[in-house]
């Protein structure tokens, strides 16, 4: 019966996170970020390098988007 109160919870975690790339033309910039995976598997598809060494980024934060209510929120909440 309380399922009939609370709908169920979707299977994806919202997570927002901030990093920095290391590249010196950003010159120690904060980048901010959503995705339903982890900060980690995100940044890799955006540097999908494979070489030795390491990452070219820096995760600075890594949080769950989700409110205490249950609605998420995006990196473009954070922008604005």
Avoid: W
């Avoid at 934060?61 to 249950?70: K, P």
Wanted: charged fraction near 30%.
């Amino acid at each position: 019966m309380a399922n009939d109160f609370f709908p169920p919870r979707p299977d994806s975690r919202p997570t927002i996170y901030a990093y920095q790339d290391s590249n010196p033309q950003y010159g120690g910039q904060l980048k901010v970020g959503y995705t339903t995976r982890t900060a980690r598997e995100r940044l890799d598809d955006i540097y999908n390098i494979k070489t030795p060494g390491p990452k070219p980024y820096r995760i600075i934060l890594e949080e769950s988007a989700m409110r205490h209510d249950g609605t998420a929120f995006t990196d473009k909440d954070v922008h604005r």
